[in-house]
């Protein structure tokens, strides 16, 4: 279901603002039309749509407009036009009181410093939504303490933020937004002012916490990696504009013009791409109806040693090798059914690469790639090496 | 050239400023006469409350709160007693009953409305471009103007010299209060905002304590103006410390002069030390 809705959203700074929207219709850049008029385009012409319980990470270098357009959408910043939609309502439309509304009981959002107060302890801090709404004391201590709990901070709900390091601090932030049970959370590079290790750790735990409270979070973020491994969906932005909307599979494997592919070329590639993305074109043999012969001779044909066995439901049974094709030609066998081997060792379709690797590394034979156990592929040394090194060889030129 | 501009008549600056304040004193009268009576009666009340304290009692108190403040160091506690112990030696200590009555009420008022401006001044750009050149003036213009406006108004004695004290010393407190608040890290004021603050639940529960400290320090300046004007109000019958340096200074004594004025020092230090101390953030 559609939760979030963005309809043609621009935001200029700055007073000639139609002068400056007619420039960007015509393709002028930032810098030219902040010479010409003076203002600065925040983010132009933005519209997308965010499903209810999705991670839509907005990605883009500094001054692309991606913090712009998540103050956008709770109005922080006020858009110069377009529409705005949760639920349906037009939150551009609404006044104060209403917006105030939405504010407290539909989305929080999470700072990229943390946006602690200093002068409230933890527990203060995390129940502060709760008492802007006017929620009585014993109710919004026992929420926030729970959200505390949930976060393994509870012990520390008498401290000061500044008590706290950054990792907790921003568990902290975590938790104060989700104390009001918003069904959005709008988070503001949230994780970027910590350390690679704990940011990790938070991305883990924001992934386990979606698993099961099934929030739809807005994701802002410079990092790609941090982007494809917590995204179900990726916006890039650049000069204020989303120049693509898609998976992370499909913007790595189709960058939209040369900015995204220029973009995605440093990715490590094994944490990215799956088995599906890099598989090869099983040569098979139908059990069932091929004997040794047809066997021999489409190994011939196909310039392999062995093929992959499966029936005529394309379910795996296993692979015959060259030799032992051979010998039961020899014996004038009328199936091959006795010759497969069955120690095939298979893997997932939406294994990733870097997994793949220990697989295939200790594996005798080619391993198969399975989709709801039908064979839809195999992968060989060779092609994982192969996916790997591209990735490096391209990170390396443009270092 | 110089003929040129021998021929501008001179503007009637002067004369302008005369009628308005004559203007202002025959219109509001009532008002000037009805604050003028009850001020003299309040301050006078306050003074004799204070002066019907014992001394030693007074000066144990100002001992405790001075030990408490300054958590827990003699330091300034002992400084205290000494000092207070020494007015009381050099017998001026009704003046300085009638000169903490002065400070505490220029000041309590100055802060009164100091604050509010300040808020005012923070929230709206227009605001500040407007209030910042009039505390400016207010500041630059040398204390002994505000004296004749305020004998117009009030006569003589101590009300004028609170007037006085507050015009002069009320621009600190506005104006630490107004940066105060325009310093709150903007992160925090969008925090506050995105979780559905009103105007006032975000100025009462973020933007006043985080500004809390930078205000402290305006208020603290706003008291040690208001002291420096103790003597010049002196001049129009303000009773106190400082009419003591006045008339010593008028008959040329020395002594008089210096150990009134001491006195002065001392108090200051003490009242400096004391706003100072209140000052300090328990989350750091």
Do not use: C
Not at chain 1, 194 to 202: Q, S, V
């Amino acid at each position: 279901m559609q939760k979030i809705k963005i309809d043609h959203v621009s935001k200029v700074f700055g007073k000639h603002t139609n002068q400056a929207l007619k420039l960007v219709q015509n393709g002028a850049s930032k810098k030219e039309i902040l010479k010409k008029t003076g203002v600065t385009v925040g983010v132009y012409n933005a519209s997308f749509s965010v499903n209810e319980g999705e991670i839509f990470v907005i990605m883009g270098l500094s001054g692309s407009g991606k913090s712009t357009l998540v103050r956008l959408l709770n109005r922080l910043i006020e858009p110069t036009n377009g529409d705005i939609f949760i639920d349906g309502e037009n939150i551009s439309k609404m006044n104060k009181e209403q917006l105030r509304n939405v504010r407290r009981e539909k989305m929080n959002m999470v700072f990229q410093n943390f946006g602690l107060f200093p002068h409230r302890t933890i527990l203060q801090n995390t129940e502060y939504g709760l008492e802007v709404r006017g929620i009585s004391k014993e109710e919004r201590r026992q929420k926030a303490e729970q959200a505390l709990k949930n976060a393994g901070l509870l012990d520390f709900k008498d401290q000061y933020p500044h008590q706290l390091s950054g990792g907790m601090q921003q568990r902290v932030g975590l938790a104060r937004a989700l104390a009001n049970d918003p069904d959005i959370l709008l988070m503001d590079e949230a994780f970027s002012a910590l350390d690679p290790l704990i940011r990790k750790e938070m991305q883990d735990e924001l992934l386990d916490l979606q698993e099961t409270m099934q929030k739809t979070i807005i994701f802002i973020t410079h990092d790609l990696n941090e982007a494809l491994r917590i995204g179900d969906r990726i916006a890039i932005m650049k000069d204020g504009q989303i120049i693509q909307i898609g998976t992370g599979e499909e913007i790595l494997t189709n960058p939209a013009n040369e900015y995204v592919r220029h973009f995605v070329e440093d990715v490590d590639r094994s944490k990215v791409l799956t088995a599906e993305n890099i598989m090869i074109r099983p040569i098979t043999v139908n059990v069932e109806q091929d004997g040794p012969k047809v066997a021999l001779s489409r190994m011939r044909e196909e310039k392999v040693s062995l093929l992959v066995a499966i029936d005529r439901a394309r379910n795996l049974k296993g692979y015959i090798t060259a030799d032992d094709a051979l010998e039961s030609a020899k014996r004038g066998d009328k199936d091959i059914k006795k010759i497969v081997q069955t120690n095939m060792i298979t893997v997932n379709h939406d294994t990733l690469i870097q997994d793949v690797f220990h697989v295939i590394y200790d594996a005798p034979t080619p391993v198969a790639v399975m989709k709801n156990n039908r064979l839809v592929g195999i992968l060989i040394r060779g092609v994982v090496i192969e996916a790997l090194a591209k990735g490096n060889e391209e990170a390396i030129l443009h270092e | 050239m110089s003929n040129f501009l021998d021929n501008i008549p001179r503007l009637p600056v002067a004369d302008w400023t005369q009628s308005a304040m004559d203007w202002m004193t025959k219109n509001f009268s009532g008002l000037f006469d009805a604050l003028q009576s009850n001020g003299e009666w309040l301050m006078d009340s306050i003074t004799n409350l204070l002066t019907t304290i014992p001394p030693i009692l007074f000066i144990l108190i100002i001992a405790i709160i001075a030990f408490l403040a300054s958590g827990k160091k003699l330091g300034l506690t002992i400084f205290s007693i000494i000092g207070l112990l020494f007015i009381y030696n050099q017998n001026l200590w009704d003046e300085l009953m009638n000169t903490v009555t002065l400070v505490l009420f220029a000041s309590l008022i100055s802060i009164i409305l100091g604050i509010p401006i300040g808020i005012i001044m923070s929230k709206s750009k227009w605001a500040e471009e407007v209030i910042k050149p009039i505390l400016d003036f207010m500041q630059t213009m040398p204390g002994f103007v505000y004296l004749i406006p305020a004998v117009a108004f009030f006569g003589i004695g101590v009300v004028p010299g609170v007037f006085a004290s507050i015009i002069f010393a009320i621009p600190p407190t506005i104006r630490f209060t107004n940066l105060g608040i325009r310093q709150v890290p903007k992160e925090l004021v969008e925090a506050s905002e995105s979780f559905g603050s009103t105007p006032s639940q975000k100025l009462f529960k973020i933007e006043l304590p985080l500004a809390k400290s930078t205000i402290m320090a305006g208020i603290n300046q706003t008291v040690m103006l208001a002291l420096s004007m103790v003597v010049i109000a002196s001049m129009i019958g303000a009773p106190g410390l400082g009419r003591k340096v006045l008339s010593a200074l008028q008959r040329a004594q020395v002594g008089n002069g210096f150990v009134a004025g001491l006195g002065l020092v001392i108090f200051a230090i003490i009242i400096d030390r004391l706003t100072q101390s209140f000052n300090k953030k328990k989350y750091e």
